[in-house]
């Protein structure tokens, strides 16, 4: 049986509860890793809370990104993977399958190994943070020298991106409290602007005609799409489709779609280990101690993921 921290019905960060679970079996193409280290996010926090679906849905382990050592490889793998090799794994939860697990099989795809010199904990906030990211990016495809505003840059997604923007040659300008504007400067944003319901317009006050694109990773909707220019793109985190107008293209991202993505996992992993994302761990708990990692997701002002470690 497996350690893992689930949940039976909705409810608050107190339906987390520790159950033992049958371990997954593993098939071609997949990896079983050992979890060391969970990260936490506030999807995390929707799937605990959402109403079941159906007896398929009865139980529901949480966590989208963790960090281990592979365990055991499934035939036909070809990713370049040993027994023993530290890696970090996107994770795209279903029922009993999810991150909050000590033992946990991906497909192979959605792994990458751990740079040296970064502990499991840190690697644990990378790969769906930064796949949700590098799809952003991807989805804006804009090209160097353009202007992209993002929302939320001081958010774990949000300085991800303005990394990754910034390394692109875009014209960054983030919208981020006083407090981490010296944060979001340093990764690279070339303007900063006042978060919230005021940001479209002080965007449009540095860009009159307005960005070529945006990603709204604070989840503003509709008052950020003022923003973008006409025939601009707006990319969103939480299926947004838009507000009716048709002026801006608004593109919603799941990071499912980038669960495979190999190649870039494997550049998000190298940007980490060079040093050119920044990795920000709010905190270390045990998994036992999830409820209390959920309740401090709903604390103003913090910065980084907590993480869970199974030990």
């Known amino acids: 049986m497996v350690q893992a921290i689930a949940v039976t019905g909705p409810g608050g960060p107190d339906a987390l509860e520790e159950l033992d679970l049958a371990a997954e079996p593993l098939g071609p193409g997949q990896v079983r890793i ?31 990104e963790v960090a281990g050592v592979v365990a055991e490889i ?4 070809e990713r370049p993977f040993a027994a023993g ?38 690697a644990a906030t990378v790969p769906m943070n930064g796949l949700t990211a590098r799809l952003a990016l991807d989805t804006l495809a ?17 300085g991800y991106f303005v990394q990754l923007a910034a390394q692109a040659g875009l014209v960054v300008v983030a919208g981020a409290a006083p407090e981490d504007e010296t944060f979001v400067r340093d990764c690279g944003a070339a303007e ?13 006050r540095l860009h ?27 990319v969103t985190v939480r299926g947004y489709r838009g507000d ?25 992993a190298e940007l980490a280990g060079e040093g050119r994302l920044t990795l920000r761990v709010a905190g270390r708990l045990p998994a036992a101690a999830a409820a209390d990692a959920h ?17």
């Open 85 to 122: 090799d530290a890696v970090m794994a996107v994770v795209v939860p279903s029922g009993e399958h999810g991150g909050y697990r000590a033992d946990l099989v991906v497909p192979a795809e959605s792994a990458a190994r751990i740079p040296a010199g970064l502990s499991d904990v840190e």
């Open 142 to 158: 804009l090209p160097a020298g353009a202007t992209v505003a993002v929302t939320g840059a001081a958010g774990t997604v949000g």
């Open 208 to 234: 009159p005609g307005g960005v070529d694109g945006l990603l709204d990773a604070a989840v503003l909707e509709a008052a950020a799409l003022p923003a973008v220019r006409d025939g601009g793109t707006a």
């Open 74 to 77: 499934g035939p036909g793998v």
């Open 295 to 311: 309740r401090s997701l709903e604390r103003r002002g913090v910065r980084g993921r907590f993480v869970l470690r199974f030990d």
């Open 34 to 64: 050992r979890v060391a280290a969970a990260a936490v996010n506030p999807t995390d926090a929707m799937i605990r809370s959402r109403p079941r679906q159906g007896e398929a849905d009865r139980v529901r382990v949480p966590g989208m």
């Open 244 to 268: 009716g107008t048709g002026r801006v293209r608004v593109a919603p991202i799941f990071v499912r779609d980038y669960a495979t993505a190999a190649a870039e996992l494997d550049r998000l």
């Open 192 to 204: 900063v602007v006042p978060r919230g319901d005021g940001f479209a317009a002080a965007v449009r």
